[in-house]
């Protein structure tokens, strides 16, 4: 199994950025993409981006220009920079992990981390 931690979570003001972070334990060596999701109050959880271990990286095109996704295999991290942050961006925001092991493939969810901005 993988386990996530989220952190970097909180209240930033329109205009602001916030640098979410994600560390996986676990059966890290399966890991093969990890990426971030959002889900605003009173609304579906959406994926936000994902990266690869090659670092092949896909982000929403609503998003791109203002998020990032980065990744530090070495230390079993993702990242997420936000940045022009908008009340819109408003959500609990998700680290997720996916991969292959035993024959099988797994998906896993992190605890979340709220993000909220103020006008």
């Known amino acids: 199994q993988v386990q996530l931690v989220e952190s970097g979570g909180g209240l930033v003001q329109a205009g602001g950025s916030l640098r979410l972070s994600c560390v996986a334990s676990?059966?890290?060596?399966?890991?093969?993409?990890m990426g971030w999701y959002r889900q605003a109050p009173g609304k579906q959880r959406e994926l936000v981006a994902r990266?690869?271990?090659?670092?092949?990286?896909n982000i929403v095109d609503s998003m791109k220009g203002r998020f990032t996704i980065s990744r530090d295999n070495a230390k079993n991290t993702v990242f997420l920079q936000m940045n022009s942050l908008q009340p819109e961006d408003t959500a609990v925001y998700y680290c997720?992990?996916?991969?292959?092991?035993?024959?099988?493939?797994?998906?896993?969810w992190g605890q979340g981390t709220q993000v909220t901005v103020s006008s």
């Open positions: 997720t992990a996916d991969g292959f092991l035993y024959g099988s493939d797994w998906f896993v």
């Open positions: 676990g059966n890290t060596f399966a890991i093969k993409t």
């Open positions: 990266m690869s271990n090659s670092g092949s990286a």
